[in-house]
């Protein structure tokens, strides 16, 4: 289960990923070296600039890194382990101390067979939710993922930018929940292969606990399901965000990503 999510994971991202470009010039390089898949976007977000291990072996660490300080010099980046910390042999975890890289927290890798009925949860009809077709709706949906993933001025203009790159490029769908009439969730649907990636899940703080993030998923995966997908996969920060697709549509935990931050750190 462990490679097929890596599998259907990093074929929906790299799809998604590869279609960033300015000008006819590549906004972010990506490529496979042996078990790791590199992306430089040469962003001021680290996120953007990462090496991904797709296995659970860290053997051979010390090399990577040294590679990794002329790859993305510059700019700061992160190295993504698919071991929880406490599952990092102390051998790797002193390597990343020698070479400055700073553990993150842990995101959890959700997967979701779509071939199955999904559950129905009870939904708050304060809440409506839309796709976004309108401008305004588009300038909440910015204002969302600024506020819900702690975006600073430089990387908030930057993530607009290739996001209106993507939105020309690929078929992807943008949704938006309104609590009493005030925008307040947003997330992301790209489909690939028949698998629906979920992304850019936010939420204002105010209206968490609220079932905002419930009635945004019960709607993209029915339009999934509507679309012909088989899966859907998603990364999430966050016990309770995962645990809400756990719990509710029945997702399966088979992942961990933990990100070493080299630099800086994944919040702008």
Known sequence: ????????????????SKHISLNSKPQIDLYFDEKYLWMNS???FSAFNSIFN???????????????????????????STNK????????????DKYGY??????????KNLNTQLNTPNINPDIKIKKITQ?????????????????NNEVKKEFEKKLDILNEKLNLTHYLAFFNNKPCSVATSFYHNKTVGLYNAATLPEYRKKGVFTAIMNIALS?????????????????KQASGLVNTFDFEEVAYFTPYIQGGSLEP
């Open 54 to 80: 797709t296995t659970k072996d860290e053997s051979g660490l010390e090399e990577i890194l040294e590679k990794a300080k002329d790859y993305f010099a510059p700019k700061e980046h992160v190295y993504w």
């Open 85 to 96: 910390p406490e599952n990092i042999d102390n051998q790797y975890k002193n390597i990343f």
């Open 42 to 44: 040469r962003s001021s």
């Open 102 to 111: 700073l553990c993150g927290g842990v995101y959890t890798g959700v997967m």
């Open 223 to 239: 339009n999934a399901q509507n679309k012909g997908c088989n899966y859907a996969v998603a990364q999430l920060m966050g016990k």
């Open 1 to 16: 289960m462990f490679q097929k999510y890596i599998k259907l994971t990093l074929g929906n991202f790299i799809e998604f």
């Open 135 to 151: 401008a305004e709706e588009y300038k909440s949906y910015i204002d969302i993922i600024t506020i819900g993933f702690g975006l």
